[in-house]
């Protein structure tokens, strides 16, 4: 007997407790809401009875419109994301990330998914994304993509409470696939697929979404077929599980002395190579000073040249000495300095490892600091065989939900669901009311047996200006009427039509219905459009908008892990207005010796907290937002050209470029004026000033020579002054005739505009 792998049982396990009575009736009713969104809204025992009585099969689907009008209000745009940093480089690798994120939505078709989510969370009333890694893409390199999972293939611990499912102790995928969908995804594993236990499909129908197949009111094609049961081996069907569980992993964060490297040493032989040679041609200088002391000493007969020698060869042995210890000195003291203390987080068996190895590196630990911290812990499984194993380099889960209404549980509450009662009343109430105008158009009779030939009066009895025989001695058939139908019943209708919008919050005017917005003014429309928005404004802000948060944050966590290497993104702009970005993470950089010693834009190591912009995903009133912006046009906050940057016109951009120059012109020809203005109050003062100088000329023609000598000193600076005067003058002319020359440019440009 085969032992059974322990873990297989444990998942095993996990999902025959995962599939209770609460979690099946969840399947059923949201199964039910999903049919009904798409058109099966009649059961094959509800279509066989309407059509023993006559009735019409058809039904009115008033559940579309709503489904695509909250699936339009969350889709509208694509989610944007923002990043705050922490410090330094963090900051500017924070401003990169909503651009690498939109970069891996837009690879991932991420607003496709996104879509499809949000109709899942709308019909089913849980829609799910899912952040993974394709480590094939790039070359071997890998790509961050994002996947839609089906809600009924995921299971969650019951006991979660939190909105995201932050704090439940599993999620778990389930899936029945044949096994050659499997080998294609795990080529490697394609013996252990093959030998996997097959699963027995006597029971399952194509959605498998209710353990009690009985209840649905619509059943998919059986894959229980000839084709499967009697399939080849790699054809079979098997179950499928990822197991995806938070753990505690321990970790070490080693700080660690690093010591320069072969080459970085060698730099600092060199440095201190120079900075002895200095200190040695110091030291020569000094010797010489005192050997020449010395040899004055000598001849002065103070020191006997025996003395002298002895003296000098002691001081170059002490040189030498000091020179040595000085090199030492300095190779320490430039080690020191390009030795830093770093930290590495190690796993607790990497770091066990290092202790019980002979590598070096275990002697440059000074510090090690044990913790603990959440990953996830993903465990495969096909049929009865263990796949894989892994750790993912992430503390939040990947598989992110979208609710509805969230129920504070793992089963929330969809859309359409309560919507069904209305509809099931209004497909009844539409089916009479043809039933009824059927009947009325087409006659019934009430005939003694033997009275008439039925298969005649089958034939004619609706032609006009028939005769119809009856049999003598046989009473005259008599024409059967169906009942009017309540006036009520039309009213109780139209209810009903209203009811679905109130329960929805989806209301007809929201739809283009301009029936009841047809006299209202502009801003009562706007208004309106605001109030009548508010239910789904409500469910964006606390469902969809920290689900998008949490993806973000996904996003984010497996990223780092992943573009470790230098990387290049080409982001293009799908509006076409706006250039393509590129931008560049984990630059190297090189040191002397063409050794990478660090990085710009370090991705993996940067620390930044992932925001969603509130509302990026809402669409936008153009014209609300237009009207906004010309009241802050009049108001003086912006100008004409910041509205014109925001409204959809042709030639846009040749419009700002004229109302630029415009602009710029109008300033000109106003600091023109502002200075022609100057010049004239100068000119004004000059014309004053020379005609008090030629009163102060007459009278100082009568005056003595020295006063005459004084005035015509004086009258030479007037001149002076007049000629000033002159000069202002003609300066003024050309101003005028430049703000003339700018004034018939611009009339020239309306001219142009007009045409």
């Given at each position: ?14 999902y ?10 969840w ?6 809401g ?21 009735m ?20 509208a ?75 009924f ?10 909105l ?13 696939l ?5 080998i ?16 027995d ?10 353990a ?14 000839d084709?499967y049961?009697n399939?080849?081996?790699?054809e ?24 320069p ?25 000094e ?5 020449l ?19 000098i ?5 002490m ?32 770091y ?16 090690a ?33 979208f ?16 919507l ?46 028939a005769?119809?025989?009856v ?7 008599t ?5 009017q139908?309540?006036?009520?019943f ?7 039509k ?12 929201m739809?283009?219905?301009t029936?009841s ?25 606390n ?6 948060r ?79 912006l010309k009241?802050?046009m ?23 470029q004229?109302k ?5 012109l ?37 005056a ?6 004084t005035?015509a ?43």
């Amino acid at each position: 007997m085969a032992k059974t792998d322990a873990l297989v049982e444990k998942v095993r396990n996990i999902y025959s407790s995962a599939k209770t009575t609460h979690r099946s009736q969840w399947e059923h009713i949201n199964q039910k809401g999903f049919d009904f969104a798409n058109d099966n809204q009649l059961s094959e025992g509800e279509k066989l009875s309407l059509e023993e009585q006559g009735m019409p099969t058809f039904t009115i689907n008033r559940i579309i419109p709503v489904v695509e009008m909250l699936n339009f209000y969350a889709t509208a745009k694509s989610p944007r994301w923002q990043a705050v940093g922490a410090q330094g480089d963090d900051v500017d690798i924070a401003a990169m990330f909503s651009d690498i994120a939109d970069y891996i939505w837009y690879n991932s078709h991420g607003d496709t998914l996104y879509s499809n989510a949000i109709n899942d969370c709308i019909t089913k009333s849980l829609g799910y994304l899912m952040v993974t890694v394709d480590p094939d893409a790039d070359q071997g390199m890998g790509e961050v993509v994002i996947t839609q999972p089906d809600p009924f293939d995921i299971y969650v611990d019951e006991k979660c409470r939190d909105l995201l499912f932050r704090d439940a102790a599993y999620i778990m995928i389930r899936k029945i696939l044949p096994k050659n969908h499997l080998i294609a995804k795990f080529p490697n594993a394609r013996r252990k697929i093959l030998n996997a236990k097959s699963t027995d499909t006597s029971f399952l129908s194509y959605s498998e979404k209710s353990a009690d197949v009985e209840q649905k009111d619509f059943t998919f094609k059986d894959l229980a077929s000839d084709s499967y049961i009697n399939a080849k081996d790699d054809e079979k069907l098997v179950e499928y599980f990822e197991l995806y569980e938070k753990e505690k992993v321990e970790y070490v964060n080693v700080f660690m002395k690093v010591v320069p490297d072969e080459e970085a040493q060698n730099l600092i032989v060199q440095q201190a190579q120079i900075q002895v040679q200095k200190m040695q041609a110091e030291m020569k200088v000094e010797l010489q000073e005192k050997a020449l002391e010395m040899q004055k000493a000598v001849e002065e007969g103070k020191m006997l040249p025996e003395r002298m020698e002895l003296e000098i060869q002691k001081e170059q042995e002490m040189m030498s000495s000091q020179l040595k210890t000085y090199e030492v000195e300095v190779i320490n003291r430039l080690q020191e300095e390009n030795s830093q203390v770093d930290n590495k987080v190690f796993s607790k068996k990497e770091y066990d490892l290092i202790l019980n190895s002979e590598n070096k590196l275990k002697d440059t630990i000074v510090e090690a600091v044990p913790f603990k911290e959440d990953r996830i812990k993903v465990v495969k499984i096909v049929g009865d065989k263990r796949l894989d194993v892994s750790y993912l380099p992430i503390k939040e889960y990947p598989i992110v939900p979208f609710h509805y209404k969230w129920t504070g549980t793992p089963l929330p509450i969809s859309a359409v669901s309560p919507l069904i009662g209305k509809q099931r009343e209004l497909n009844k109430a539409h089916q009479l009311m043809v039933h009824n105008a059927s009947l009325g158009s087409s006659l019934r009779y009430m005939y003694e047996e033997g009275a008439i030939d039925t298969d005649y009066w089958e034939k004619y009895s609706s032609a006009p200006g028939a005769l119809l025989p009856v049999r003598n001695g046989y009473q005259q058939p008599t024409p059967v009427m169906p009942f009017q139908l309540n006036n009520a019943f039309f009213g109780l209708v139209n209810q009903g039509k209203n009811d679905m919008e109130y329960l929805a919050g989806v209301y007809s005017s929201m739809q283009g219905d301009t029936g009841s917005t047809r006299d209202m003014p502009y801003r009562g429309m706007l208004a309106m459009d605001e109030y009548g928005t508010r239910r789904i404004k409500y469910w964006l802000k606390n469902c969809i908008e920290p689900a998008l948060r949490q993806c973000g944050e996904v996003v984010k966590q497996l990223s780092q892990s992943v573009y470790t290497a230098n990387k290049v993104f080409n982001i293009m702009q799908p509006d076409g207005l706006t250039e393509d970005k590129r931008i560049e993470i984990n630059i190297p950089i090189y040191n002397d010796y063409g050794k990478i010693i660090d990085k710009y834009y370090d991705y993996k190591s940067a620390k930044f907290d992932v925001r969603i912009i509130s509302g990026s995903t809402l669409p936008l009133n153009r014209w609300a937002y237009l009207e906004e912006l010309k009241q802050m046009m009049s108001m003086g906050i912006i100008d004409d050209i910041a509205v014109l940057e925001q409204a959809d016109i042709r030639n846009k951009d040749k419009i700002i470029q004229r109302k630029s120059l415009y602009s710029q012109l109008q300033k000109q020809i106003k600091g023109m004026e502002e200075e022609i203005k100057k010049l004239k109050g100068t000119n004004e003062t000059l014309e004053r000033q020379v005609i008090q100088s030629n009163i102060k000329s007459k009278t100082m023609a009568k005056a003595s020579e020295v006063e005459r000598q004084t005035m015509a000193s004086k009258a030479n600076i007037y001149k002076q002054e007049l000629e000033s005067k002159a000069q202002q003058k003609l300066y003024r002319n050309i101003l005028e005739k430049e703000m003339l020359d700018s004034r018939d440019k611009i009339t020239k440009m309306n001219d142009e505009n007009i045409d």
